[in-house]
């Protein structure tokens, strides 16, 4: 069965660092992978995702991840956080691209100045 | 990018009514919706697909007598929770599926609609 685990529940970084987000997936075949992010009473929004190809995918507002196929892994990274990018953080993967996604439990990303 | 609308975005019942949330993509037309329920701190759980024009696909453990969902029209899916209870209780969530492809399949996510049963 498909599932994707996040290690971290919350992560606290200061302006300005840098960061990385774990993610951890389980899956059968080629998975198709995502990242999610979730403000505060909202819905989502993907930040980016891999379904082949280039294992180092970007995606938006400076984020980037890596899919190590070895490892089961898609980790999220971003060289320099800002204080708006405090928020939720879904990994999530899917047999076809989004189609019937799981999602993981999430990191709440802090950010202090 | 795609465009998902919820309604209402919060909604208070008493214990027993029955609630209706819809999910509308608002530029583009979807064959198949998803319906989540996220708990306070926690993550999405998938209730169902929405399928126009046919039965949804309910996720096990998901009672389909207390979670009813129509998919009336290719923009519109609804979620109807019956005689609800404080247990009810959640952020619902929904997304419409774009298939571009097997490349550029993509969910577009609804802003959600919170629920609370007193």
């Known amino acids: 069965a498909q599932s994707v685990t996040q290690p971290d529940i919350h992560i606290t970084v200061s302006e300005g660092a840098s960061l990385e987000l774990r993610c951890n997936y389980s899956?059968?075949?080629?998975?198709?992978l995502f990242w999610y992010v979730q403000s505060p009473g909202q819905g989502l929004q993907l930040l980016l995702k891999?379904?082949?190809?280039?294992?180092l995918v970007q995606g938006i507002k400076g984020f980037e991840a890596e899919f190590k196929r070895s490892q089961s892994s898609f980790n999220l990274r971003k060289p320099s956080v800002h204080w708006s990018d405090a928020a939720e953080y879904f990994c999530?993967?899917?047999?076809?691209?989004?189609?019937?996604?799981?999602f993981g439990a999430g990191t709440r990303l802090f950010v202090k100045a | 990018g795609a465009v998902v609308s919820q309604h209402p975005s919060w909604v208070i019942c008493k214990s027993g009514t029955s609630v209706k949330i819809e999910c509308r993509s608002l530029?583009?037309?979807?064959?198949?919706m998803f319906w989540y329920r996220q708990f306070p701190k926690q993550s999405l759980m998938l209730m169902a697909t929405?399928?126009?024009?046919?039965?949804?696909?309910?996720e096990q453990g998901v009672e389909k007598d207390k979670f009813l969902i129509n998919h009336a029209s290719l923009t519109l899916s609804t979620l109807t929770v019956t005689s609800a209870h404080p247990e009810d209780s959640s952020f619902y969530i929904c997304?419409?599926?774009?298939?571009?492809?097997?490349?550029?399949?993509?969910?577009?996510f609804g802003e959600g609609s919170r629920l609370t049963v007193l």
């Open positions: 530029d583009f037309q979807a064959t198949t």
């Open positions: 929405s399928n126009e024009g046919s039965k949804a696909t309910y």
């Open positions: 899956y059968g075949a080629t998975p198709y």
């Open positions: 997304s419409a599926y774009v298939s571009g492809g097997e490349e550029t399949g993509e969910l577009f």
């Open positions: 891999y379904f082949s190809g280039d294992t």
């Open positions: 999530a993967v899917a047999s076809t691209g989004g189609f019937k996604t799981i």
